[in-house]
């Protein structure tokens, strides 16, 4: 597998270390049933067949996180963005900073 | 030419006879010449029984001349460089080669354990499920070592590897996968259109069929023709060639595995030359080139020496010069039978049959027949006769009675199989074609274009002008301008293969699976007991697992299963193939990182100072650290640390902490950001001060310890452990950038950058004193417990000072860039000699922290919380910060959690073992009495016996009891008393003075 880095171009999958679903965000700590979502944030994964978006580290590079959206059937890669910007984006949806 | 080749074809080949070399089998001495394979080379010398199988202990010659190959399987070179299960054809001859055969005893001729040819209804398929399953004890002191020494796979060097491997990266624009017809055309084309590309083939030249064949290439020899391609090539400048190298994995985004034999040709490699090189090519565009490989028929004894594929035929007669047999009989569903029977007659061999298997023989075959004298038969070579060769044949004609003819080769063809490995491993799958009686690529990889008979495309001009075409797509597809040149002429062959998978006349067993000794019968008896899938099959009667991965057996196998059930083959499927190909060794794989390089080593910045003191290096994570400094008398290693620990608590001790993960974090919002990771407040820190902290993972479970340091209000400077720097920087940037990109904080690692000592004992500071530069007061006043100071010493050096202490003595670190570590060390001792001071390794550090009941690597473990480890206090609860939430479900607050105190021996002068288990006194040694371990032990001088801390169940009520230190492993069985964790100066008044 090769994944494009946005700031180092395409390299090989031995730079990269995985962490997992992208599509999971830290619940807000000081929610209701912040004990609950927290478990489910922690523990309680989908194991999509096809598109998902996964969290890479490029470890042996610019030590960016990035989200990348992998097909899990192919490896195939459609998109990549830094986990940075990700976030940024995320927050200004939720209103935040 | 030698006169023992008696099979030597005067006048015929590619091999260079101005070139013998020597070479033996089994003892025996032969030659052969430069550009022979050890295959063929015996064929010359007449040697055609080459090994015994792998279950039966059968005979078994050469089948194949290819990397197939399933039967002529040796033991190549001895001492360490012996390598078993090498195929004879894929071996090139070189001066002074070792071959021995395998699988026999005492001698390859008179081999004892053939008798298991006779016990063969024993030896069926699932034999071993069925014939060892009890009692279990037979098993390892009888049966196992009883068929593995008659089920030989051939005896690896018990010697250490004495060569090395390389791996290497290329990138191109076009991987051309085979070098034959196919391969070559399209080569040329992408190559004349400027790309980059790598040509591989498995052989040691290029060319394929087409140095086997005797067909002509625009008018000429088709072997000049390649030499002239092969030259163009060469010329390229972007244009490289891979030969002895096997393409055997086709990963995603064009990534591909190969493996080169850089050096396997020569009797050992040169000086600083690899044996063998692993590649990594990436490819934009791949045309797989990888031709096909012919089936055999299943009759009879069909795996008798002398039993040969019609195209090793013609490559053991065209390119090698070597005439496979006097008196041949030709067994094919094909036209093959044609060419075969023309090139044998050539050469002089007498073609006594043509048996063809079809309904009715084509005109290519009868013409052939004519021309060569060859009695035609319509019908099939029922079994091979002969115990260990070929002395003739059964023939069964389709009409009329059954007859013998007497031969010593039966060339057999049952039609082709192409290639298609590369394009099903990235779950490909191959689709069957009714015409060609074949598996054909069914959808291949991204970018990846099938030409020549991997493609099915079995005749030469068409192999040609594919090629070409193939080449200019992928240039084209590459970014390059390409077009099809005029490919060159040459002659349409006829194939008109009708199947003909099993030969049901058989008198004799007829093997499938030649490697793996796996019988036709096997897989009737498989269908019988309801084995009826390919893939349980498969794995029942263990065909096609061999290292040749069925190549020549898998197509036959499934079509016998598929008969057997009533199915057609399409419905019957296939089983997957995976990379690799054709074997690939381990240390091809492993390369470089092997022993003492497996991985990187870092060498803290006291390393060369510590070797000339004789210090005792160890391991820690990628470190070498000193482990203890022995002195001259001193008799083992307890001796030297207690010396070590009791000389630093008495006077100094200096400690090369270098290892300790550095990170530095700035920014406007950095006092925040740790407030998040830490479970303590560090946004509190004042400048110029210090605090230790822990922080957790998300679920609650302590990740790591450390302290960090405040330099400015923007400025922080984090410590970890050494275990955990890489784990600790990771996942700060991953909170960072994912949960809190918004904080304008920054970090970079700095642990290479910065020589750290650890100064510890009352005269520390005097000690140091003498280094640092004025005006910086180092008084306790002035420079007070957990204190932090940007400085200079030694005239002038920047340095970092921090009061910390590990050990419970007044201590301070001191950092100073690393190129200046060697220097400090160096500068340290000699100003700490007036003290009587020391420099003290990793277990006298382990010691101190131990009597002072700090945690370390054993109690952060992976499975303790904070409250675990005594610490739970230390969490702010006006904050948030990441595992806060997760650490107070109520599992982890269970008081019965195994939490840390200390404990020492109620006998007084008893060891303690680290990983002893906690019963309770009088309880039994039963894992359900378990209570707890001790996770740290040492001998404490400053107590006079060994004391531990460890983690047992309602620890804080439990102060006093006495508990069973259970150590099955190393025998041990101690009372221990449950004590507070700090053994020593449990005031810490020692560190504030």
Not at chain 1, 58 to 67: D, K, R
Not at chain 2, 18 to 41: I, M, N, V
Request: aromatic share 8%.
């Amino acid at each position: 597998m090769r994944i494009s880095c946005p700031y180092c171009g395409e390299r090989s999958l031995d730079e990269y270390l995985y962490i997992g679903d992208a599509t999971v965000t830290r619940p807000d700590p000081a929610g209701a049933n912040a004990q609950a979502d927290f478990y489910k944030y922690a523990y309680e994964r989908t194991n999509p067949a096809g598109a998902h978006k996964e969290l890479w580290y490029h470890s042996a590079g610019c030590h960016a996180w990035l989200v990348v959206e992998r097909d899990t059937r192919t490896h195939e890669i459609s998109s990549v963005e830094t986990a940075k910007d990700v976030a940024l984006k995320r927050n200004v949806a939720k209103g935040g900073a | 030419m030698s006169a023992s080749q008696t099979n030597r074809i005067t006048g015929k080949g590619l091999i260079d006879r101005r070139k013998p070399l020597r070479f033996t089998f089994d003892g025996k001495s032969y030659d052969g010449f430069q550009g022979d394979t050890l295959a063929s080379a015996l064929l010359a010398n007449g040697v055609v029984l080459t090994g015994r199988s792998f279950k039966y202990h059968r005979a078994r010659g050469i089948l194949s001349a290819g990397s197939e190959e399933p039967n002529a399987i040796v033991e190549l070179r001895a001492g360490a460089r012996r390598e078993p299960n090498t195929r004879a054809t894929m071996i090139e001859l070189f001066p002074g080669l070792e071959a021995h055969s395998q699988n026999r005893w005492p001698s390859l001729k008179y081999d004892v354990l053939s008798i298991n040819s006779l016990l063969s209804p024993v030896f069926v398929a699932g034999f071993y499920y069925k014939t060892f399953m009890w009692p279990s004890a037979m098993w390892e002191k009888l049966y196992e070592p009883m068929i593995r020494r008659a089920a030989g796979l051939g005896r690896a060097s018990d010697e250490a590897d004495p060569d090395t491997y390389d791996k290497s990266n290329a990138f191109c624009d076009v991987l051309v996968v085979g070098g034959g017809a196919a391969g070559l055309m399209a080569a040329l084309t992408a190559g004349r259109a400027g790309a980059r590309v790598i040509v591989c083939d498995e052989h040691f030249d290029l060319g394929g069929r087409l140095l086997s064949e005797t067909q002509l290439v625009d008018g000429k020899p088709a072997h000049d023709w390649v030499r002239a391609a092969v030259a163009e090539l060469r010329a390229m400048p972007e244009v490289q060639i891979l030969t002895r190298t096997s393409v055997f994995g086709a990963y995603d985004t064009g990534t591909f595995a190969a493996v080169e034999r850089v050096a396997d040709h020569l009797p050992k490699p040169g000086v600083h030359q690899p044996r063998q090189r692993l590649w990594r090519i990436i490819a934009k565009q791949c045309v797989l080139a990888a031709g096909a490989t012919e089936r055999p028929i299943v009759f009879g004894n069909n795996d008798l020496p002398g039993v040969m594929l019609a195209s090793a035929v013609r490559t053991y007669i065209n390119r090698f010069g070597v005439m496979p047999g006097k008196t041949a009989v030709i067994f094919a569903n094909n036209d093959e039978a044609a060419t075969t029977a023309r090139d044998l007659a050539t050469v002089g061999v007498r073609v006594a049959a043509i048996v063809d298997s079809r309904p009715q023989p084509s005109a290519a075959v009868r013409d052939a027949a004519k021309t060569t004298g060859a009695r035609l038969v319509s019908g099939v070579v029922a079994d091979a006769k002969g115990r260990i060769a070929v002395k003739g044949a059964r023939i069964v004609p389709a009409a009329g009675e059954a007859f013998d003819v007497s031969c010593d080769l039966i060339a057999v063809s049952g039609g082709y199989n192409p290639n298609v490995q590369l394009t099903t491993h990235q779950n490909g799958r191959p689709q069957w074609n009714e015409t060609l009686a074949a598996f054909l690529p069914g959808s291949s990889p991204k970018g990846m274009t099938v030409v020549g008979s991997a493609k099915g495309t079995f005749s030469l001009p068409d192999c040609l002008a594919e090629g070409a075409q193939a080449g200019a797509a992928a240039a084209t597809a590459a970014g390059f301008s390409a077009h099809v040149p005029q490919v060159p002429k040459a002659e349409a062959e006829s194939y008109g293969v009708v199947p003909m998978w099993r030969v049901k006349e058989a008198k004799h067993k007829a093997f499938v699976d030649f490697q793996n000794d796996v019988a036709a019968s096997d897989i009737d008896l498989a269908e019988r007991e309801g084995y009826r899938s390919v893939e349980h099959v498969k794995r029942y009667t263990t065909l096609g697992m061999a290292t040749d991965q069925g190549k020549t057996a898998n197509v036959n196998g499934l079509a016998i299963l598929a008969a057997l059930t009533g199915k057609s083959i399409p419905e019957t499927g296939i089983t997957s193939a995976r990379p690799p190909y054709s074997p690939v060794s381990i240390g091809a794989l492993a390369g470089h990182h092997r022993g003492k390089e497996f991985k990187a080593t870092r060498l803290p910045p006291s390393y060369y100072w510590a070797k000339e003191q004789g210090a005792v290096m160890v391991e820690a994570g990628l470190w070498m650290r000193p482990q203890y400094f022995p002195r001259a008398g001193e008799t083992d290693w307890l001796e030297t640390v207690t010396r070590e620990v009791k000389t630093t608590r008495s006077a100094a001790g200096i400690c090369d902490v270098s290892t300790l993960g550095k990170i530095e974090i700035q920014g406007a919002d950095a006092g925040t950001f740790l407030d998040r990771v830490y479970i303590n407040m560090f946004s509190t820190l004042g400048v110029g001060k210090a605090r230790y902290g822990m922080m957790l993972r998300e679920d609650g479970i302590v990740l790591d310890d450390g302290t960090t340091a405040r330099f400015a209000q923007d400025r922080f400077f984090m410590t970890t452990t050494t275990v955990n720097a890489v784990k600790v920087m990771q996942h700060l940037e991953f909170c960072h950038q994912w949960h809190w990109p918004e904080l304008d904080v920054q970090m970079a690692s700095a642990t290479d950058q910065w020589a750290q000592y650890s100064v510890a004992g009352p005269r520390s500071r005097e000690l140091l004193a003498k280094l640092v530069d004025a005006p910086f007061d180092i008084s306790n006043e002035g420079f007070p417990y957990m204190a932090v100071a940007e400085i200079t010493v030694c005239n002038g050096i920047r340095a970092r000072i921090y009061r910390l202490s590990f050990s419970g003595e007044l201590a301070y670190e001191i950092g100073v860039p690393a190129r200046y570590g060697d220097s400090l060390i160096r500068a340290l001792m000699a100003a700490g000699q007036e003290f009587g001071a020391l420099c003290y390794g990793t277990e006298a550090l382990g010691v101190m922290r131990i009597e002072k009941g700090h945690v370390g690597g054993p109690e952060i473990n992976g499975t303790t919380t904070a409250a675990d480890l005594g610490l739970g206090k230390m969490a702010s609860t006006k904050k948030d910060f990441i595992g806060r939430v997760l650490a107070g479900r109520e599992g982890l607050k269970d008081p019965s959690r195994p939490a840390l105190v200390g404990f020492r021996p109620v006998d007084r002068s008893a060891r303690l073992r680290s990983g002893s288990h906690l019963l309770p006194k009088d309880a039994g040694n039963f894992a359900s009495n378990d209570q707890g371990y001790l996770t740290s032990v040492a001998y404490s001088p400053m107590n006079g016996h060994w004391v531990g801390l460890g983690l047992l169940s309602n620890a804080a009520s439990r102060m006093g009891e006495i508990v069973r230190a259970y150590d099955p492993v190393r025998n041990g069985d101690t009372l221990v008393e449950v004590v507070s964790p700090v053994f020593f100066d449990p005031e810490g008044e020692r560190l504030r003075v």
